[in-house]
C-alpha cells in the first residue's frame, strides 16, 4: 500500500515539475516577446521623429539659405554657407562618433533590454 501511495506522490511531483517548467518557458517566451516589442517600439517612434527632424531640417536649412543668399545678393553662396556648415557638423560627429553615437546607442538598447520595471 506504500509502494502504490508514493508512486502516485512521485507522479504528482513530476506531473508539478513538468507544469513548473512549462510554466518558467512560457514565461521566458513572454519576457522576449515584450522585449523585442518594447526595442521595435522604441526604433519605430525614433524613426519617425527622426523622419520629422530631417522634414523640418530640410525645411528650416532651404528658408537659411535663401534669407543668407538674400542678404549677400547672392542665393548660391547662401547654399554654400549652409552646406559648408553642414560639411564641418558632418566632420566633428563623424571625428568623435564613438563616444557621441556609439556609446549612448549601445548603452540605451543594453538598458532597454534589461530594464525590467
Same mark, same amino acid.
Not at 553642414?86 to 566633428?92: K, Q, V
Given at each position: 500500500?506504500?509502494?502504490t501511495?508514493?508512486?502516485?506522490r512521485i507522479?504528482?511531483?513530476?506531473?508539478?515539475i513538468?507544469?513548473?517548467?512549462?510554466?518558467r518557458?512560457?514565461?521566458?517566451k513572454?519576457?522576449?516577446a515584450?522585449t523585442v %516589442?518594447t526595442?521595435?517600439s522604441?526604433?519605430a517612434?525614433? *524613426?519617425? +521623429?527622426? /523622419?520629422?527632424g530631417?522634414?523640418?531640417l530640410l525645411?528650416v536649412?532651404?528658408?537659411?539659405a535663401?534669407?543668407?543668399g538674400?542678404e549677400l545678393?547672392?542665393f548660391? %553662396?547662401?547654399?554654400?554657407?549652409?552646406g559648408?556648415s553642414y *560639411?564641418? +557638423?558632418a /566632420?566633428l560627429?563623424y571625428a568623435f562618433k564613438e563616444s557621441?553615437?556609439?556609446k549612448?546607442?549601445?548603452?540605451?538598447i543594453?538598458?532597454?533590454?534589461?530594464?525590467?520595471?
Amino acid at each position: 500500500m506504500e509502494t502504490t501511495e508514493a508512486k502516485e506522490r512521485i507522479s504528482d511531483l513530476t506531473g508539478n515539475i513538468r507544469e513548473y517548467i512549462e510554466t518558467r518557458i512560457d514565461i521566458a517566451k513572454l519576457d522576449a516577446a515584450d522585449t523585442v %516589442a518594447t526595442a521595435a517600439s522604441s526604433m519605430a517612434s525614433w *524613426l519617425v +521623429i527622426s /523622419i520629422a527632424g530631417i522634414f523640418t531640417l530640410l525645411l528650416v536649412t532651404i528658408g537659411g539659405a535663401i534669407a543668407i543668399g538674400y542678404e549677400l545678393e547672392n542665393f548660391a %553662396a547662401g547654399f554654400f554657407i549652409l552646406g559648408g556648415s553642414y *560639411l564641418l +557638423i558632418a /566632420i566633428l560627429i563623424y571625428a568623435f562618433k564613438e563616444s557621441w553615437i556609439r556609446k549612448p546607442m549601445i548603452n540605451s538598447i543594453v538598458k532597454n533590454i534589461f530594464d525590467n520595471d
